[in-house]
């Protein structure tokens, strides 16, 4: 089974059911940009429970929650994993998406912004604050890197090879063939 292009709440829903229909041990290979993530505290524990197997391709962003997900975590030696910050893409926004330490930085402006603007500044912190830190305690429990670490590679959108990987806690094996790859 793989699971390829962009995560949102309906394409998990949808491997969530066609795990449940495996009813068993079953590989997963994930190959994906990432997308969004706010759904994977309600989800991920039932995906979870069914004794994934994840295999990796190029796993970037909110995709790497996912094949964080698996039992036994397996990676091509050309895979790669991609962190970065949390971000959002604010509508009408000419300058690309803001990260949490993007918003920290107009912190010294905050007491010339209008309590409208101000109410949105600290809003938009505060709900990407708590998502990061959701991101990162996730990470913690499933390699028990220290969260230090995870805030330093996703700060420095930091691309790991497999073997990167491998140190941290992310994959439990490197291998030149997947099960389902001919000898």
């Given at each position: 089974?793989s699971?390829?292009?962009?995560?949102?709440?309906?394409?998990?829903?949808?491997?969530?059911?066609?795990?449940?229909?495996?009813?068993?041990?079953?590989?997963?290979?994930?190959?994906?940009?990432?997308?969004?993530?706010?759904?994977?505290?309600?989800?991920?524990?039932?995906?979870?429970r069914?004794?994934?197997?994840?295999?990796?391709g190029?796993?970037?962003?909110?995709?790497?929650?996912?094949?964080?997900?698996g039992?036994?975590?397996?990676?091509?030696?050309?895979?790669?994993?991609?962190?970065?910050?949390?971000?959002i893409?604010?509508?009408?926004?000419?300058?690309?998406?803001?990260?949490?330490?993007?918003?920290?930085g107009?912190?010294e402006?905050?007491?010339?912004?209008?309590?409208?603007?101000?109410?949105?500044?600290?809003?938009?912190?505060?709900?990407?604050?708590?998502?990061?830190?959701?991101?990162?305690?996730f990470?913690?429990?499933?390699?028990?890197?220290?969260?230090?670490?995870?805030?330093?590679?996703?700060?420095?959108?930091?691309?790991?090879?497999?073997?990167?990987?491998?140190?941290?806690?992310?994959v439990?094996?490197?291998?030149?063939?997947?099960?389902?790859?001919?000898?």
């Open positions: 089974m699971f390829t292009g962009e995560i949102s709440e309906q394409r998990i829903e949808l491997l969530l059911q066609e795990l449940r229909r495996e009813n068993g041990r079953t590989g997963l290979f994930v190959h994906s940009p990432g997308g969004t993530f706010d759904f994977f505290s309600r989800l991920g524990p039932a995906i979870a069914r004794d994934v197997t994840t295999f990796a190029d796993v970037e962003s909110a995709a790497v929650l996912l094949y964080l997900l039992h036994r975590r397996i990676a091509h030696p050309r895979s790669t994993f991609l962190f970065h910050e949390v971000r893409f604010p509508a009408g926004s000419m300058g690309g998406p803001i990260t949490v330490t993007d918003l920290e107009f912190e402006y905050r007491s010339r912004m209008s309590r409208e603007g101000r109410e949105h500044y600290e809003a938009w912190l505060a709900s990407m604050r708590d998502a990061q830190s959701w991101f990162v305690r990470l913690r429990a499933q390699t028990n890197v220290d969260t230090g670490t995870f805030l330093g590679l996703m700060r420095e959108e930091a691309r790991l090879s497999a073997h990167e990987a491998l140190r941290y806690g992310i439990h094996n490197v291998t030149e063939r997947f099960p389902w790859q001919p000898r």
